[in-house]
């Protein structure tokens, strides 16, 4: 009897705490809800009488992401040292474009009315193809070119230079009739052409063609 007395007592004891935690905690849930709902309703006032400070603060992100944008590019890896390789049996670096870029010919031969350089007395850098009397441009700069030619009373030599992505070669400066000597300073572009051609008559071995650059770019 005294034992079911004590359990009475003690079910009567939890079952009024369960009742008395009750009230205490949707008290706290719903004062939990007003302040989340009195703060969004005063950032929103905030927004309406300081449009200024939200438009800073939409400002100062997206600086922030463009920012983190020029970052991630930063630290992507460089691309490889190649240049190009247009019309060249040679291949043209970053390393080779910091080193002098010179070529001369001589003891001339006729294919195509251009001339042919049989022998070279100097290729420095890349860019100058003996077999084909051509040079190609793989570091750009200002260059000087000359050539001197001598020969039949009829002959005439003209300096000519194809631009990059045409097929079509123009005359710079010529010289003649019966030979001569003429140098000219040209912007080479990437992929610019020069090359001497025969517009008539004859060379003889004294013939040459030389250039080198002076300035980079």
Known sequence: MHHRHRFANQANHNRSLKTDYLPHRVYSESRRFVFHHRHHQQQQQHHRRHPKSAAQHRLAWTVLLLAA???VDAAKPDPPDIITTVGSQKLAT??????PVAFSGTHANIENAR????ETLLDKGVGYASN?????????GLYQFSFAGYGSSDLRLTLK????KTETWQPVVSSGPSGGANIVLLRMALGDQVAVFVDSGKTDDSTTFSGYRIAKE
């Open 115 to 118: 001339l042919i350089l049989t």
């Open 132 to 140: 084909t009397g051509i040079f190609t441009t793989f570091c750009p």
């Open 161 to 164: 230079r194809k631009l990059s």
């Open 69 to 71: 944008g020029l970052l």
């Open 94 to 99: 970053a390393s080779d474009c910091s080193k």
